[in-house]
């Protein structure tokens, strides 16, 4: 009884794993390996490696595995879509150098805490080079959001006349777009937006409507009063004075947008363009971007906005240094992230051009001078 379960076992697992990777062929008139390699489309060698026991010469009605080809093809198929797969875990940001964590949540359109919260080493390690850093899947699906609807745009081009004590900032944010692209669709206004003149902009159609249907209501609205419009050519020499806008917050972030998108441009004393910057005229060209006018050197600067202490420091805050055991200030950066007690700034350094540093460093700690805030 025992010996009959034992064969039935066997010939049962033979077949099964005949089945899986051979083919059972029965050794008919005329069969050798040459003619059974052709037939199922195998080599001689494969067959005679899946045969150890067989004899040179085949006994008919004897059984041969036949390796099963097809099997084969399948299992390496298989083999070749899982090492295809891409190594990236899906909602993942592997971190570059230069890189902060304002960028990256800039890239995402994610908060700084909410990167730290998907990351609890960050709060204590800090960003390293090559490191995979989670990234919310929420926003995952946002930054792809433009692809779609970049898919079957529909725009349309709107005149705009300039009015009195308008600026670049208002108007683009009107029409929901960037300073950047309200002078690369007129570049006349590069240099300076003079009253009266035309704008083309081109913009949604769905946008263009909504403008459309609250031209009455602009219309009679005073510029001057009106805080949604920026500050124009205005140099605050009263330190207890700051600039008021509706939506700062919107501002700032287009500001350190603004400068942290110089970052490795030299070092050039004077400098005030892309060419090179000195620390103030990084400080000049970006606020100068949006309409507003700081003046000249770093501690003519330091003399603008309201002071405040370090511990309320914010985004979009000017900071001032004394460097190289010099007793007035002679260096100024912008705030571009505050978190546990370390300021992070962007500033145009004489040994390394534009370039995100912070107070943490033994130097800008021990050189550290005042915070300024400018925009409220």
């Known amino acids: 009884m025992i010996f009959r379960f034992t064969v039935l076992f066997l010939f049962f697992s033979l077949t099964v794993f005949s089945q899986d990777k051979y083919i059972r062929h029965k050794i008919s008139k005329g069969d050798n390996l040459s003619v059974l390699a052709k037939k199922y489309g195998v080599k001689t060698k494969d067959i005679a490696e899946a045969n150890p026991d067989a004899p040179k010469i085949l006994k008919l009605n ?12 399948t299992a390496k198929t298989a083999a070749v879509v899982s ?3 891409p190594p990236a875990t899906p909602g993942s940001h592997e971190v570059l150098a230069k890189e902060t964590l304002w960028g990256i949540s800039k ?3 994610v908060s700084v805490e909410d990167l730290k919260k998907a ?3 960050l709060e204590t390690e800090g960003l390293k080079i090559g490191q995979q850093i989670a990234i919310p899947s929420n926003t995952m699906a946002e930054t792809e959001k433009p692809a779609e609807t970049n898919s079957a745009p529909e725009d349309v081009e709107v005149s705009r006349e300039v009015q009195p004590k308008e600026t670049k900032y208002a108007i683009a944010k009107e029409f929901g777009i960037s300073v950047a692209e309200l002078e690369k669709q007129n570049p006349a206004i590069k240099k300076k937006l003079n009253v009266g003149y035309v704008l083309t902009i081109r913009t949604s159609k769905e946008k263009a409507d909504s403008i459309q249907a609250l031209k009455p209501t602009s219309e009679i609205k005073d510029p001057v009063s009106s805080p949604e419009v920026a500050a124009e050519n205005i140099v605050v020499k009263d330190s207890s004075t700051v600039i008021r806008v509706e939506n700062s917050s919107d501002l700032i972030d287009r500001l350190i947008e603004s400068a942290t998108g110089n970052i490795g441009t030299r070092y050039r004393s004077g400098g005030t363009t892309k060419a090179g910057f000195d620390c103030s005229g990084l400080m000049i060209c970006t606020f100068s971007n949006f309409d507003i006018r700081l003046p000249r050197s770093s501690i003519e600067q330091s003399r603008i906005g309201m ?5 309320e420091a914010q985004k979009g805050d000017l900071i001032f240094f004394k460097t190289n055991g010099r007793r007035h200030i002679n260096h100024v950066g912008m705030v571009v992230e505050v978190a546990d007690g370390e300021i992070k700034f962007v500033h145009s350094s004489t040994h390394g051009g534009v370039m995100i540093s912070s107070t943490k460093e033994a130097y800008y700690g021990r050189n550290f001078s005042q915070v300024n805030r400018v925009l409220q």
Do not use: Q
């Open 62 to 73: 004897s059984v041969l595995l036949i390796p099963n080809k097809n099997k084969a093809v």
């Open 83 to 85: 090492n295809s797969a």
């Open 107 to 109: 890239k995402y359109n």
């Open 119 to 121: 990351n609890p080493l």
């Open 307 to 311: 002071k405040v202490s370090a511990n």
